[in-house]
Structures are given as C-alpha cells and as structure tokens.
C-alpha cells in the first residue's frame, strides 16, 4: 500500500450475488472508507469450495483491518463458520441469501406455509436463464422442467429494488417453472443493518481485525 494511504475502515470480501447491493448502500450512504472485493457468484454451484476460497482472501488481507464476510453459510455445512472464527472476521447472520435479505423468521413462516417454494432475489431473476435454465441442462431438455421442479407449488421473488423490468423477469421465470408466483419486498433486510452497524464501529475504531 502506497505510504500515506489510510487503509479502508472497512473490507468486505462478498459473494458476487451481493454486489450490486452492497455498491449501492456504499453509494447511498457515501461510504468512502468501505472496500469491496467480490467472490464469484458462480461457487454457490460448488458450496464446498466457498471456506478454501474466503480463507484465501482473507490470507491477502492486512493485518489490523476491519473485515465483514458478506455471504451466510450458503451450503457450506458450518465449514464458512470454522474459517471465520479461526480469523476473528463476522459473516452476515442468516443460512443463505435469502434469510440475509428478508429476514430468518419470514423465511421460516413461508417454509412452513409451503415447503415446496423456490425463491429468487434480484440478482437470480436478472440471471434466471444462466445460473438456472443453462446450468440444469433445461435449453437442450425443456421437458426435465417437470421433472426437476415436480416438488415445487410456487416461485417466491424476494424483491430488493422492485421495478417493473426486474417483475416482468420474475413473471417469466415463473412461466418457464410452470409456478404461480408471489412477490414479496424486502429491501435490503440485514444486509443494511448490518453494514450500518459495522462502518459505525469502524468509525469509532472498535473491533479491528486480530493481529496474527
């Protein structure tokens, strides 16, 4: 780091499903001490690779910064968790994105209304098509649609910024499910408070990073 650079208040190593998100509360908030350095969104296909990935990034970060893991424990079985606490560095609360966003008591109420829902944010509805459609092979085999999705009674859209492109992409995700759909706004749920909280903290120069 060049000299007489501060180090940023705040490092926040994201899956790269949140990143629009979180430069947008940067942005809005006009955090100018916040660095964001994104994982690729891709390594939800692969949940194990997600703790070896975080732990590198965290081995390339300098000691006495302030760190926030923006991703749950997205399928990762409590391995993500093992990493963080071995580093002293907190993860946003919450299983998956989903819970980041509208919260883990509305998500249980709706799992328990309907356990065969699946769920879209923002960031899956605008890439419905490659990280849904394309990645199980429906472009070749449409009519593995039936059989993937047997168990599935409804398509639930967790809106962050709702508008009328972002619906209309929902509607014909549902279409091509073959699911009724329900659009719930959530905002940016916890994601935000939690932010908030840390660049507060940071600012007051609480809670660093262990030195190790």
Known sequence: MPMGQQ???????????????????????????????????????????????????????SRGTRVLVAYGDCGTGGRLDKVLEEQGVERLSGAHCYDIYAGESVMAALSEQEPGTFYLTDFLVRHFDRLVIRELGLVKHPELTSVYFAHYKRLVYLSQCPGAELEALAYQAAEKLQLPLEIRNTGFGSLETTLIRLVGQAGMGSTDREET
């Open 7 to 61: 180090m940023p208040s705040l490092l926040i190593i994201a899956c790269g499903a949140l990143s629009r998100e979180i430069k947008a509360l940067i942005s809005a908030n006009a955090w100018t001490d916040v660095r964001l350095e994104c994982l690729p969104a891709d390594l939800h296909n692969r949940p194990e690779k997600i703790p070896a990935a975080v732990s590198e990034k965290l081995s390339q970060v």
